[in-house]
């Protein structure tokens, strides 16, 4: 048995990778390790059928043969999933990913990393070389994953290669439909009353003539759908960079903190300055989540790293 293992909470990037490798090694399976994000979730819940998807409790490790590892380098994002990385009888383990500058705790045998803006944009152009085609349905699932992790190439990790794979995708029958649907997902009632909260709660700072906001949301449990909510915050605030943490207890003593960032101010990095905190993504989207750690300590170690890296502005003409 071959596998393909989507990172857990798996986005777009990650379903569309693992679905061109399934055409790329015929008879292999797909593993969401851990749940997916909402979009995702709905896309699937009606299109599932159309992908070579498998129960992570279906699987019997002592049939596993080669594992393939997408857009992350990292175990701890495969949930359990990560123990058949230690399985005697592995022939092959291959990381796909786009996050350059990250330490992998993966013992692949082959990696794939190069800097494109979605780990999809690698599939694809192996798809190409061989000269495979693609059902509409795959076309469609991949060109999401493209769309989703570029903004639609407008994010500055955007390469003229995934422009290109977008293209090819499309000439595959990409459904533009459907990827319209799914691109920008609307808030569930839930976020939209944390929008409004949000929006009630934010605090801003002005430096160098750029505005940074940020706020904690703390709920009951797990609210899926912070990055949709983040991307909202951006769009009717305007403003520069946006921390948005979510908390929630775990236990009595112990909760979960899940914080999403956004910038559009060069020179900042966020993917940098998330994975000093075990979290990471790319320069202006990063996430991370941590249990057991004071929130407003953490977002301030976060905030502090922007504002040390917004450049300053140059000095006057004389």
């Given at each position: 048995?071959?596998?393909?293992?989507?990172?857990?909470?798996?986005?777009?990037?990650?379903?569309?990778?693992?679905?061109?490798?399934?055409?790329?090694?015929?008879?292999?399976?797909?593993?969401?390790?851990?749940?997916?994000?909402?979009?995702?979730?709905?896309?699937?819940?009606?299109?599932?059928?159309?992908?070579?998807?498998?129960?992570?409790?279906?699987?019997?490790?002592?049939?596993?043969?080669?594992?393939?590892v997408?857009?992350?380098?990292?175990?701890?994002?495969?949930?359990?999933?990560?123990?058949?990385?230690?399985?005697?009888?592995?022939?092959?383990?291959?990381v796909?990913?786009?996050?350059?500058?990250?330490?992998?705790?993966?013992?692949?045998?082959?990696?794939?990393?190069?800097s494109?803006?979605?780990?999809?944009?690698?599939?694809?152009?192996?798809?190409?070389?061989?000269?495979?085609?693609?059902?509409?349905?795959?076309?469609?699932?991949?060109?999401?994953?493209?769309h989703?992790?570029?903004?639609?190439?407008?994010?500055?990790?955007?390469?003229?290669?995934?422009?290109?794979?977008?293209?090819?995708?499309?000439?595959?029958?990409?459904?533009?439909?459907?990827?319209?649907?799914?691109?920008?997902?609307?808030?569930?009632?839930?976020?939209?009353?944390?929008?409004?909260?949000?929006?009630?709660?934010l605090?801003?700072?002005?430096?160098?003539?750029?505005?940074?906001?940020w706020?904690?949301?703390n709920?009951?449990?797990?609210?899926?759908?912070?990055?949709?909510?983040?991307?909202?915050?951006?769009?009717?605030?305007?403003?520069?960079?946006?921390?948005?943490?979510g908390?929630?207890?775990?236990?009595?003593?112990?909760?979960?903190?899940?914080?999403i960032?956004?910038?559009?101010?060069?020179?900042?990095?966020?993917?940098?300055?998330?994975q000093?905190?075990?979290?990471?993504?790319?320069?202006?989207?990063?996430?991370?989540?941590?249990?057991?750690?004071?929130?407003?300590?953490?977002?301030?170690?976060?905030?502090?790293?922007?504002?040390t890296?917004?450049?300053?502005?140059?000095?006057?003409?004389?």
């Amino acid at each position: 048995m071959d596998l393909i293992l989507c990172h857990t909470t798996a986005d777009f990037d990650a379903l569309g990778a693992a679905v061109g490798l399934t055409c790329l090694m015929p008879g292999s399976k797909i593993v969401l390790t851990g749940g997916a994000h909402p979009p995702v979730r709905d896309f699937l819940a009606l299109h599932r059928d159309e992908y070579a998807l498998i129960e992570r409790r279906s699987v019997n490790p002592e049939k596993i043969r080669s594992v393939t590892v997408v857009d992350t380098q990292q175990r701890d994002r495969l949930g359990k999933a990560a123990e058949w990385l230690n399985l005697p009888q592995l022939h092959h383990i291959t990381v796909y990913d786009h996050h350059l500058g990250q330490d992998s705790d993966i013992p692949a045998t082959q990696f794939h990393i190069s800097s494109v803006g979605a780990t999809t944009t690698l599939i694809v152009e192996q798809l190409q070389q061989q000269n495979i085609s693609l059902t509409s349905s795959q076309a469609t699932a991949m060109a999401l994953g493209i769309h989703v992790d570029t903004g639609s190439l407008t994010y500055d990790q955007s390469t003229p290669r995934d422009a290109l794979a977008l293209a090819w995708l499309m000439q595959q029958g990409a459904s533009l439909s459907i990827i319209a649907n799914y691109r920008e997902p609307g808030l569930s009632p839930q976020l939209q009353r944390l929008l409004k909260e949000a929006l009630e709660n934010l605090e801003y700072l002005c430096l160098r003539g750029y505005t940074i906001a940020w706020v904690i949301l703390n709920t009951e449990s797990f609210v899926p759908g912070l990055s949709s909510l983040a991307s909202q915050l951006i769009e009717l605030t305007e403003i520069d960079a946006l921390l948005l943490a979510g908390e929630y207890p775990l236990n009595k003593d112990e909760s979960r903190l899940t914080i999403i960032g956004r910038s559009q101010i060069p020179g900042v990095h966020l993917d940098q300055l998330f994975q000093t905190l075990g979290g990471g993504g790319h320069s202006q989207a990063a996430s991370l989540n941590l249990r057991g750690v004071d929130a407003q300590n953490t977002l301030q170690q976060l905030l502090n790293g922007i504002k040390t890296s917004i450049p300053h502005p140059p000095p006057p003409e004389i």
